[in-house]
T-cell receptor
Framework: AQRVTQPEKLLSVFKGAPVELKCNYS??????LFWYVQYSRQRLQLLLR??SRESIKGFTADLNKGETSFHLKKPFAQEEDSAMYYC????????????FGKGTKLTVNP | GAVVSQHPSRVICKSGTSVKIECRSL??????MFWYRQFPKQSLMLMAT?????????EQGVEKDKFLINHASLTLSTLTVTSAHPEDSSFYIC????????????FGPGTRLTVL
């Protein structure tokens, strides 16, 4: 069975501090991992996916198959990063069904 | 590009009535659309996968006779909640994709359903 675990429901940091949102997954095959973000009163949108190996808005995430993790990191958090972040897993690419974690609400304080 | 709309954004209905929610891809052809349900302060739960021109595939535990899904065209999928009850009150979100492996899902803004 596919499962995504985000252990932190809430995460609060100060502006300029590093931030790491944790994501662990359970899947027997080779998954594709995603991070989605939902800003206040906005729709869910893709932040990044592991196969792209991009840095979006200063965020990066590395897939660690040994630890089955896909943690999201940013070295210097900004107030505009405050949002709900969801880690998601797909068995077969971005167009296939996604299994979401429960989400982490990030608050960046001034 | 890649915009998905949902209509209505909010709906209130009486118990026992049926409600239809539309999901449209505005600027691309969506071979596949997904319907999710989100409870307050909780994650998205996939209800069903809808492929254009074929029957929807429902996730375990989702009543197909209660949540009717139709994907009649490459730009429109509808979710009909039949004989709605207060426990069906929720936030329903759709997503759409072209179906390409390298593509992603584009999410609609969601529909808030309240059943009285």
């Amino acid at each position: 069975a596919q499962r995504v675990t985000q252990p932190e429901k809430l995460l609060s940091v100060f502006k300029g501090a590093p931030v790491e949102l944790k994501c662990n997954y359970s899947y027997s095959g080779s998954p594709e991992l995603f991070w989605y973000v939902q800003y206040s009163r906005q729709r869910l949108q893709l932040l990044l996916r592991h196969i792209s190996r991009e840095s979006i808005k200063g965020f990066t995430a590395d897939l660690n198959k040994g630890e089955t993790s896909f943690h999201l990191k940013k070295p210097f958090a900004q107030e505009e990063d405050s949002a709900m972040y969801y880690c998601a897993l797909s068995a077969q690419g971005g167009s296939e069904k996604l299994v979401f974690g429960k989400g982490t609400k990030l608050t960046v304080n001034p | 590009g890649a915009v998905v709309s949902q209509h209505p954004s909010r709906v209130i209905c009486k118990s026992g009535t049926s409600v239809k929610i539309e999901c449209r891809s505005l600027d691309f052809q969506a071979t596949t659309m997904f319907w999710y349900r989100q409870f307050p302060k909780q994650s998205l739960m996939l209800m069903a996968t809808s492929n254009e021109g074929s029957k929807a595939t429902y996730e375990q535990g989702v009543e197909k006779d209660k949540f009717l899904i139709n994907h009649a065209s490459l730009t429109l999928s509808t979710l009909t909640v039949t004989s709605a009850h207060p426990e069906d009150s929720s936030f329903y979100i759709c997503s759409a994709t072209t179906g390409s492996y390298t593509d992603t899902q584009y999410f609609g803004p969601g529909t808030r359903l309240t059943v009285l």
